[in-house]
C-alpha cells in the first residue's frame, strides 16, 4: 500500500462546478501537509498548505482530518484553467527531508 | 526574478552510459532536493541536501546514483551504467531557509535510456 494514495481521477467537469477530491496518508505521525498543482509535462507548483483547522484561498478550500487520516481539496467555481493534476503532499516532519508525493488526480474542466 | 534551472532539459542515453544532470537552485535556497517522476506517477523523493551537507539519500534507488552539492549551490545528480529503467523525469526543487516544505522545482530533465 502506498504512504499517500489519491483517486487518479480523470475528473471531468463543466466549467463553473465545484469539484472535491480526497488522499489519504498512512503514516500517523505526519506533520505538515499541502496540495500542489501540475499542468501537462511541466513541473509541480505549490498551490496551498493544509493546515488542521482549515484554509481558504479564494476558489480553493483545504482541509485536514487527522483522525480519518485524510485530506481533501474543494474546488469552487472551476475554471478551464483550472485543469491539471493535483498532487497531495506529504512530510512526516516539520521540517523537510523525506517528502511524500501521492501519484495526483487528474482534472478536466470543460467550457 | 530567476527560478531553479536544469540541464539539460532532455537526454538520451544508451544503456550503459553514464549521464550527469545539473540543478541551479534559486539563490539563497539552502534546500536542495532531487525527485525522480516516472509517467504517471507522483514525483519519488531521492535526496536532499542542506547547503553542501547532503542530509538524506535514502530515495536513491541504487548505487548507480549519486548527487553532490559541493559549495553548496549548484548540484549534479549522477546516474552510472545507465538502464531503461532509469527512463523518467528528473526534477529538482529547492526551498529557502526557514521554509523547507515550499519547495520550487525546475523544470527537469528528461531522460530516455535506450
Known amino acids: 500500500r502506498k504512504e499517500v494514495e489519491q483517486d487518479p481521477g480523470p475528473f471531468n467537469v463543466p466549467e463553473g462546478a465545484t469539484v472535491a477530491f480526497n488522499c489519504t496518508y498512512s503514516?500517523?505521525?505526519?506533520?505538515?501537509f499541502f496540495w500542489y498543482r501540475q499542468d501537462c509535462r511541466k513541473e509541480p507548483k505549490l498551490l496551498m498548505s493544509?493546515?488542521?483547522s482549515g484554509n481558504e484561498d479564494g476558489r480553493f478550500t483545504a482541509q485536514l482530518n487527522r483522525a480519518s487520516q485524510y485530506i481533501s481539496l474543494l474546488i469552487r467555481d472551476s475554471k478551464l484553467s483550472d485543469s491539471a493534476t493535483y498532487l497531495c503532499?506529504?512530510?512526516?516532519?516539520?521540517?523537510?527531508?523525506?517528502?511524500?508525493f501521492g501519484s495526483g488526480t487528474r482534472l478536466s474542466i470543460r467550457p | 526574478g530567476a527560478g531553479v534551472s536544469q540541464s539539460p532539459r532532455y537526454k538520451v542515453a544508451k544503456r550503459g552510459q553514464d549521464v550527469a544532470l545539473r540543478c541551479d537552485p534559486i539563490?539563497?535556497?539552502?534546500?536542495l532536493f532531487w525527485y525522480q517522476q516516472a509517467l504517471g506517477q507522483g514525483p519519488e523523493f531521492l535526496t536532499y541536501?542542506?547547503?553542501?551537507?547532503?542530509?538524506?539519500k535514502s530515495g536513491l534507488p541504487s548505487d548507480r546514483f549519486f548527487a553532490e552539492r559541493p559549495e553548496g549551490s549548484v548540484s549534479t545528480l549522477k546516474i552510472q551504467r545507465t538502464q531503461q529503467e532509469d527512463s523518467a523525469v528528473y526534477l529538482c526543487?529547492?526551498?529557502?531557509?526557514?521554509?523547507?516544505?515550499?519547495?520550487?522545482f525546475g523544470p527537469g530533465t528528461r531522460l530516455t535510456v535506450t
Open positions: 503532499v506529504v512530510n512526516r516532519y516539520s521540517s523537510a527531508s523525506k517528502i511524500i
Open positions: 539563490s539563497g535556497h539552502v534546500s
Open positions: 526543487a529547492s526551498s529557502p531557509r526557514g521554509a523547507q516544505n515550499e519547495q520550487y
Open positions: 541536501f542542506q547547503n553542501e551537507a547532503q542530509l538524506d
Open positions: 493544509v493546515y488542521s
Open positions: 503514516n500517523s505521525a505526519s506533520q505538515s
